[in-house]
């Protein structure tokens, strides 16, 4: 059995259940998702097919197949194409990688077949989309054009915008967020990053547009055009001004709530994030003479048609 995943169980996971282990690690599936997995003999233990009530034991080896044709991967909504780039509306829960620990939640090389990359190449994505986030996403078709593009992002000729649905209402209209980020070496979550104070080593320019262009009683819509492009940018960035994203699992919470959490989901009872995901949507990309929009989609529209007032 030739595995994506293959992964040896800690001693902290002995007499964990299985699937409930196993949604807790790769949550690209939930707990009912892994049940069905391991009833389809997708799973082994050991070398050895399973069940997804098996107590593990430390040092227990579990190993997943997922589907690995292209088939089996998601097509995705293309706003454009030429001989050079292919610009998508991606999809929350899609991964931009094409080696990913999220197995069967990639769509690139479903998207090869309908434009294939140019001869010896791989479709390549210009930027990155957190998983979680869906809209606009570039991708080269050929080397040439992949260079031309991450030059011109590097020289900041290329303008991003994102729309947010945040927790609290701002007091300003508009301001900028000018801080820098870095690694949150205080914080339990190696993930986690924040904002540093200038100057400080290792500390990275970060700066942020925001405006907010609707508001509800407890929420905020607002749009975002990052300016510099470091990882978890805008979530940091709200999170610091005190309006974290609607769903963020990590910024939208301490992190004794975000270890709690995880706990829960290691052992199958944990609560859903505050939204359907976090509500963050790549709205507009412009460069290089060209524009490319895509809109809401329907999850995003529902969290804000619940907070208008009936």
Same mark, same amino acid.
């Given at each position: ?20 282990? &196993? ?8 707990? %009912?998702? !892994?049940? #069905? @997995?391991? =009833? +389809? *003999? /997708? $799973? ?92 606009? &996403? ?8 992949? %260079?031309? !593009?991450? #030059? @011109?992002? =590097? +020289? *900041? /000729? $290329? ?110 009872? +944990? ?40």
């Amino acid at each position: 059995m030739m595995a994506t995943i293959h992964s040896r169980v800690p001693a902290a996971a002995a007499g964990q259940r299985l699937a409930a282990w &196993l949604a807790a690690q790769f949550a690209y599936l939930d707990e %009912a998702g !892994w049940r #069905a @997995a391991i =009833a +389809a *003999g /997708a $799973v082994q233990r050991n070398g050895a097919p399973t069940t997804a009530a098996t107590l593990l034991a430390a040092g227990d080896v579990v190993a997943y197949m997922p589907p690995t044709s292209a088939d089996a991967e998601p097509e995705v909504p293309v706003l454009h194409a030429d001989d050079d780039v292919v610009v998508i509306d991606k999809p929350a829960g899609l991964v931009v990688q094409h080696a990913s620990s999220w197995p069967g939640r990639t769509f690139l090389r479903r998207l090869a077949q309908r434009h294939p990359p140019a001869a010896g190449a791989l479709l390549e994505p210009i930027h990155r989309l957190d998983r979680s986030t869906s809209g606009v &996403l570039l991708v080269a078709r050929r080397p040439a054009a992949a %260079a031309r !593009w991450m #030059a @011109a992002f =590097a +020289a *900041g /000729a $290329v303008t991003k915008t994102y729309l947010a649905l945040v927790q609290g209402v701002p007091a300003a209209a508009a301001w900028t967020i000018d801080a820098p980020i870095g690694p949150a070496t205080e914080s339990a979550v190696r993930a986690r990053q924040a904002v540093w104070p200038a100057g400080a080593p290792g500390a990275r320019p970060a700066v942020t547009a925001v405006e907010v262009i609707a508001s509800f009683a407890h929420h905020a819509l607002v749009r975002l055009r990052p300016r510099t492009g470091r990882t978890h940018q805008l979530r940091v960035h709200l999170a610091h001004a005190g309006h974290p994203l609607v769903g963020d699992p990590l910024y939208g919470r301490s992190d004794a709530d975000f270890l709690a959490w995880v706990a829960r989901r290691r052992d199958g009872t +944990a609560a859903p994030a505050d939204g359907p995901r976090t509500l963050l949507h790549a709205a507009d990309l412009t460069g290089l003479g060209a524009c490319w929009s895509a809109p809401l989609p329907g999850d995003f529209v529902a969290a804000l048609d619940a907070l208008r007032p009936a």
